[in-house]
């Protein structure tokens, strides 16, 4: 049968007086929230409940679902090993959600096992609902970081089994939200938290899920958020439905957001199929970039689609700019996948003829030759976006103080090993921050000598 009710719910661990021992009633709200929906999970009465957590197993490429017939945890981590849970998997339903992924050429099922321990994302919401009703199986999914839309395909595939196994299906989205919107939170303030959660808190209310999907993933990052690709995949499992949809509170007192929704389907609607609505606009949004994209980004595209494409190198072609075809130059080509970094390499100095051979030779490079991914396949092309870092000649620092991260790039030396990170880069705000990349890429410690240079870009998009 189809789901029957879908929840998101927090994980602070603080919620319990376990661990809060009185500091819990500083999220009250939350907590009356949190046992409303315990007590409509209960008049449900579901046979699986399928629960995606921020905290479970975590890969780049891959969704783990947990395997074997039982596990338990409990909150020793918080100094509360009292609290603890004990659950029975729904192995039916996790083979089958292995085979509808794998139906969808989605990366998910029961490989990488770390560890059988229940996480405290998973725990929390489990504590409030047992403490109503336990008959249930559960399926426990792990986030990954493959993009936005395989969460989403995740989450129908879940919708496909919940329909075809005849079971009473809930679904529990377990996340926080942005850990920076106060100063006095464990992790310090950020605009950009206050910001996300407004929206996500706003896109919950109105069961707006498109909205899920088009956060960029630069935003999320500075946000520090927690559950939104756990959202996502509750979203994916409520495609195609119109929903009733309620936020029942959010506070942020300990720094860090905290929101409980419902969302109970209801009846279907040919408009509410988000992931066809979100790939039309990225189509529409990759397509504006490449329009945008000046002859030197265009030359490293052209260079890597025909590699993948052909797998020879493309030949020189005769009708590019003189800049490129006179000039040498060290060259960084970087490519990204839906917000993440999918490759980079490039040369500090030059080592071709001209700076549109360095380009071709570093596209491929990049696209090929970058030790931390695979290769690009060809699938893959049409959602690139190319950076193009064309380096000035490097010069010799005697004091960090001479570093500025947006104007300038890094070299840290000591013997034969150098590392370089490029200026401007997203996440990296501190000089400390970007020598301490560059030396982790080289493997230089903290207790070698080194030594500083910098360099200017000019960057091509």
Do not use: W
Not at 352 to 371: K, L, V, W, Y
Not at 403 to 420: A, E, P
Not at 432 to 454: C, F, N, P, T, V
């Amino acid at each position: 049968m189809p789901i029957t009710g879908a929840f998101i719910l927090p994980h602070p661990p603080i919620i319990l007086h376990e661990v809060g021992h009185g500091e819990e009633t500083k999220i009250q709200k939350t907590i009356n929230s949190y046992k409303e929906i315990a007590k409509r999970i209960a008049e449900l009465k579901p046979d699986t409940i399928v629960l995606s957590s921020p905290h479970s197993i975590m890969y780049a490429d891959y969704f783990h679902i947990s395997p074997g017939r039982v596990a338990n945890g409990n909150l020793r981590e918080f100094k509360a090993p009292s609290v603890s849970v004990s659950v029975e998997y729904d192995v039916e339903f996790v083979s089958s959600l292995e085979e509808s992924a794998k139906n969808a050429n989605i990366a998910a099922g029961i490989l990488g096992e770390k560890g059988t321990s229940l996480d405290h994302a998973t725990i929390i919401p489990l504590t409030f609902i047992n403490e109503l009703y336990s008959n249930y199986k559960l399926v426990r999914i792990g986030l990954s970081g493959l993009p936005v839309a395989d969460h989403y395909k995740l989450g129908m595939c879940v919708a496909d089994v919940a329909k075809s196994s005849g079971n009473n299906v809930v679904f529990v989205a377990s996340g926080d939200l942005s850990h920076k919107v106060s100063a006095d939170g464990p992790y310090g303030f950020a605009a950009e938290g206050l910001e996300f959660d407004k929206e996500i808190i706003d896109a919950m209310a109105k069961g707006d899920f498109l909205r899920f999907l088009t956060f960029t993933p630069a935003f999320t990052e500075k946000a520090a958020e927690c559950g939104l690709r756990s959202f996502i995949i509750m979203a994916g499992a409520l495609d195609g439905k119109n929903v009733k949809s309620e936020l029942l509170s959010y506070e942020g007192t300990f720094g860090v957001g905290y929101a409980v929704a419902s969302f109970i389907p209801m009846d279907d609607n040919k408009n509410r199929h988000f992931l066809e609505r979100f790939l039309t606009i990225e189509e529409n949004r990759m397509q504006t970039i490449k329009d945008c994209e000046d002859e030197y980004v265009r030359l490293a595209r052209y260079s890597l689609e025909h590699y993948v494409t052909t797998g020879k190198p493309v030949k020189l072609p005769d009708t590019l700019l003189e800049e490129l075809l006179k000039n040498k130059a060290g060259v960084f080509v970087s490519l990204k996948k839906q917000g993440n970094l999918r490759g980079c390499i490039g040369t500090i100095s030059p080592v071709t003829n001209c700076i549109a051979e360095e380009i071709i030779q570093n596209a491929i490079s990049a696209c090929a030759q970058d030790p931390r991914f695979e290769p690009v396949q060809p699938e893959e092309l049409s959602e690139l976006v190319y950076n193009v870092d064309v380096l000035s000649p490097s010069e010799p620092i005697t004091s960090a103080a001479m570093l500025d991260v947006k104007r300038y790039g890094v070299i840290v030396t000591s013997g034969y090993k150098q590392g370089l990170l490029l200026p401007n880069l997203d996440g990296v705000n501190t000089i400390e921050q970007q020598i301490s990349i560059a030396m982790q890429k080289a493997g230089i410690h903290q207790d070698e000598k080194y030594s500083l240079a910098r360099f200017e870009v000019v960057r091509h998009k």
